[in-house]
């Protein structure tokens, strides 16, 4: 099973800067099969990037996603309040489809 | 738009069976793959297990052979069932479409539901 490790476990930022959340794998993943998702509090997980650079429907450009084989990175440029929350990689090269990293927790400075 | 919502018991006794319904609205489940994902409290996202409309599964190895996913495309509804069930299976289960683009990630989630296992 490949196991992601995304770092930092916490990062505190104020609004308007720039963040850099990063995921790792155990092993390649595939190339770029890789997904991001944000989730606040008492809501579901939604999808902000697959494919580790496609950004989903809706999804401002302010998120970006890079990286390949083992190693991914999630930026967001200029971080707004509504982008504080927990992002969590999720790989889907290997079975079982759906392995989670356990999360990076966005919070306000 | 196609809508998710989970339902069943919120509590459930240990070494019960824990049984919730994903009902889909707005849209047919058929031709798509469904999931249950699970969160325990303070914890990150463990995939469970899905079910294509046709009813073909699959399940995380951690789990299966506790887990039964079942589709009832008449009622467009799916299914799980969790036997013999601890505390450590108290957690937010979440239902998940596969994405439209036929890979592995999720791109539609019901809001979930917390189950408690205590007695």
């Known amino acids: 099973e490949i196991v992601l490790t995304q770092s930092p476990g916490t990062l505190s930022l104020s609004p308007g800067e720039r963040a850099t959340l990063a995921c790792r794998a155990s092993q390649s993943v595939g190339s770029t099969y890789l997904a991001w998702y944000q989730q606040k509090p008492g809501q579901a997980p939604r999808l902000l990037i697959y494919?580790?650079?496609r950004r989903a429907t809706g999804i401002p450009d302010r998120f970006s996603g890079s990286g390949s084989g083992t190693d991914f990175t999630l930026t967001l440029s200029r971080l707004e309040p509504e982008d504080f929350a927990v992002y969590y990689c999720?790989?889907?090269?290997?079975?079982?489809?759906?392995?989670f990293g356990q999360g990076t927790k966005l919070e306000i400075k | 738009q196609v809508q998710l919502q989970e339902s069943g018991p919120g509590l459930v006794k240990p070494s019960g069976t824990l049984s919730l319904t994903c009902n889909v609205s707005?849209?047919?489940?058929?031709?798509?793959?469904w999931s249950w994902i699970r969160q325990p409290p303070g914890k990150g996202l463990e995939w469970i297990g899905y079910i294509y409309y046709s009813g073909f599964t699959s399940y995380n190895p951690s789990l299966k052979s506790r887990v039964t996913i079942s589709v009832d495309t008449s009622k467009n509804q799916f299914s799980l069932k969790l036997s013999s069930v601890t505390a450590a299976d108290t957690a937010v289960y979440y239902c998940?479409?596969?994405?439209?683009?036929?890979?592995?990630?999720?791109?539609?989630w019901g809001r979930g539901t917390l189950v408690t296992v205590s007695s």
């Open positions: 998940a479409r596969r994405a439209l683009t036929g890979y592995w990630y999720f791109d539609l």
């Open positions: 707005g849209g047919s489940i058929s031709t798509y793959y």
């Open positions: 494919g580790a650079s």
């Open positions: 999720q790989q889907y090269g290997s079975s079982p489809p759906g392995s």
